[in-house]
């Protein structure tokens, strides 16, 4: 065991001799380091998570802490957590300030964290399962730690993670192009940080982390016999993102024996950080329950990589980048459907308790989808009682009237900027 200690410190060490893109959240992160609470970090596999603790860590404590990545093999249950602890004393002494990674993998780590915690120890922990997570979380720690999210690169932090800064001696249509220019990659590759910044070529390497998270945190976790329709299920997702869809028209299209089983398989992919599943609003509890949602994946590169093309899909994936940057955001968030069948993509919550609604529109030149986008936001407006909405566009930036109802086009990537 100690041995594994001592390589687990060696890997501690490359790692904080490595730059990173600083994260969105950080400062808040490294405030919460004085106090006694549990620190945990959640998103998908490979978006950073582990290099957003060590900033945390390296600017409140330096290199001084222990460090222990239990995606190791060598650390499967059964495990023996007190002779770990044993052996990260030997190795680190008596540190007080511990960074578990991947903690999902250790079965009963919730009470070992927990007795560690009151002990005095002041700890980090990364994990890649939301359920698991937040069902340990909420039963054994509640009160005792602060979650912190971390998905793939934000557009802000994938400027960033590029060295781009706008020239401003460029003329306005020239500054504009080139941002557009970004905002193309970024929807085409993603935000990954192995992709954005080291360059990996994005297809397999995205399929193959879509593929591992399927078989490693899925298939092998839940213990599910049929990984090929677990496959099928995800395929058939991705395929569609920033589309409704209800378990039972999942069950006929893939030719499901049981809805039950697909209802499990679509739950475990959203535990394992691939997809989001977005509820239609209504003020009715039943209505949101049994109503079609729509499912989203957290990272437009990934979608690109996996899913079966026959042509330009350029709407519905800056529909799914408003989705996710929505979730980043914290705000919550719904579909829509007006009385007469017409379709808003989100309607926000606000911090007062009202409402606020947008449309993701990539074109609005043909005036018949113009006025389909425009006509749905008035509608909605005056079902939700609001007299203003939002078109987020390509590039298309100004203020339209209907009726009593103003709406506001704004380009998405000034929105994804405006924080």
């Not at 697909?262 to 609003?281: D, K, Q």
């Not at 069948?341 to 911090?351: I, L």
């Not at 009593?404 to 405006?418: F, R």
């Amino acid at each position: 065991m100690k041995n594994i200690v001592m390589s687990h410190k060696i890997e501690r060490d490359e790692m904080l001799k490595q730059s990173f893109v600083p994260r969105a959240g950080l400062a808040e992160a490294v405030q919460s380091m004085t106090g006694g609470l549990i620190k945990v970090v959640i998103g998908p596999r490979r978006a950073g998570k582990s290099v957003f603790a060590l900033q945390m860590l390296t600017v409140a404590a330096g290199s001084d802490f222990a460090y222990i990545n239990f995606d190791d093999e060598r650390l499967m249950p059964p495990l023996d957590l007190d002779e770990l602890l044993k052996a990260m004393i030997q190795v680190y002494g008596d540190n007080r300030i511990i960074f578990f990674d991947e903690i999902q993998n250790v079965t009963g780590w919730e009470l070992f964290v927990n007795r560690l915690q009151r002990r005095g120890y002041n700890i980090i922990l990364t994990g890649s399962n939301a359920h698991l997570l937040s069902r340990e979380l909420s039963t054994h720690l509640t009160g005792r730690y602060v979650e912190f999210r971390l998905l793939p690169f934000s557009f802000a932090e994938f400027l960033t993670a590029r060295s781009f800064a706008v020239d401003e001696t460029l003329a306005t249509t020239e500054r504009q192009g080139l941002m557009l220019k970004q905002l193309d990659d970024f929807l085409r590759i993603g935000g990954f940080p192995e992709v954005v910044v080291r360059g990996t070529e994005p297809a397999g390497y995205l399929t193959a982390l879509f593929d591992g998270i399927l078989f490693k945190d899925v298939v092998k976790r839940y213990g599910v016999r049929y990984s090929a329709k677990l496959h099928d299920v995800g395929r058939w997702l991705i395929g569609n993102v920033a589309r409704e869809y209800t378990c039972t028209s999942l069950k006929n299209a893939l030719t499901f024996r049981s809805v039950h089983t697909v209802e499990n398989y679509v739950g475990y992919l959203i535990e394992a950080f691939l997809f989001m599943s977005v509820t239609r609003y209504s003020p009715k509890a039943k209505v949101r329950m049994s109503a079609p949602r729509k499912i989203y994946a957290y990272d437009t590169g990934m979608v690109n990589a996996v899913r079966f093309r026959t042509g330009s899909d350029t709407g519905r994936l800056l529909e799914n980048l408003v989705a996710v940057e929505w979730y980043r955001r914290r705000n919550e968030f719904f579909s829509f459907k007006t009385a007469g069948g017409k379709e808003v993509d989100f309607v926000v919550r606000t911090a007062s308790g009202g409402f606020s609604l947008f449309q993701v529109c990539y074109d609005l030149s043909d005036q018949k989808t113009r006025k389909r986008e425009l006509v749905a936001l008035v509608k909605a407006a005056e079902e939700l009682g609001i007299t203003d909405g939002t078109v987020l566009t390509w590039d298309e930036e100004g203020v339209e009237t209907v009726g009593i109802c103003q709406i506001h086009l704004v380009p998405v990537w000034k929105w994804l900027l405006n924080r």
